[in-house]
């Protein structure tokens, strides 16, 4: 079955610097690959998506990228802020299967 | 910005008692799911449904699960005879349509099990 890996270890950077977050996966490569971000006791909130056919989306400050031969896609954050410390979850859309897998998440901490 | 909805937010309940969570989708959504959460652990995939039938479900989605949506609002996930192990944050999410996939989660109920 798909398994989905993030760094479980919280990543801890100062304010202003770009936060990597990494998403490794096994087996076939997603229809498309998502990225939530969730904050403690709340929903994931979707953040950006990208389809097999892409190698880089950007939006704001955020940029995905997705290696299908890697199996990989990293998520940045530029200029972060204290406001961005939250779980990013990576999530995989399976085009056979109709649902969304997600990885258990990495905690990003942006210290002032 | 429409949103989706959930109640109760938190929601205790004893051992073999049947809950209901509520869900309202946002209102032009085709497509809504139910997934949960234990916590300190993954968010993982119950069931998916469209066109008023489930269309996908995962192996945690036995006998004990039923989803509805009852009228063209709401959105329910039924879990009869609760177990200890129910305990979660159970999250509602719909999406547009077949080929937007951005799915939209609510803030989730709480449920314990005692």
């Known amino acids: 079955s798909q398994k989905i890996e993030q760094n479980s270890e919280a990543l801890n950077i100062q304010e202003g610097k770009t936060a990597t977050l990494t998403c490794n996966y096994t087996?076939?490569?997603?229809?498309?690959l998502q990225w939530y971000r969730q904050d403690p006791g709340r929903g994931p909130v979707f953040l950006l998506l990208i389809r097999e056919n892409e190698k880089e989306k950007r939006k704001e400050r955020l940029k995905v990228t997705f290696d299908t031969t890697l199996k990989q896609s990293l998520f940045h954050i530029t200029a972060s802020q204290p406001a961005d410390s939250a779980t990013y979850l990576c999530a995989l859309w399976m085009d056979s299967s109709y649902k969304l897998i997600f990885g258990s998440g990495t905690r990003l901490l942006v210290r002032p | 910005e429409p949103e989706v909805t959930q109640t109760p937010s938190h929601q205790v309940t004893q051992m073999g008692q049947e809950v209901i969570l509520r869900c309202v989708p946002i209102s032009n959504h085709l497509y809504f799911y139910w997934y949960r959460q234990i916590l300190g652990q993954k968010v993982e995939f119950l069931v998916s449904f469209y066109n008023n039938e489930i269309s996908e479900k995962s192996e945690i989605f036995d006998d004990q699960f039923s989803v509805e949506r009852p009228d063209g609002s709401n959105f329910t996930l039924k879990i009869r005879s609760t177990k200890l192990e129910d305990s979660a944050m159970y999250f509602c999410?719909?999406?547009?349509?077949?080929?937007?996939?951005?799915?939209?989660f609510g803030p989730g109920t709480r449920l314990t099990v005692t």
């Open positions: 087996n076939y490569s997603p229809a498309y």
């Open positions: 999410a719909s999406r547009q349509s077949g080929t937007v996939y951005e799915q939209y």
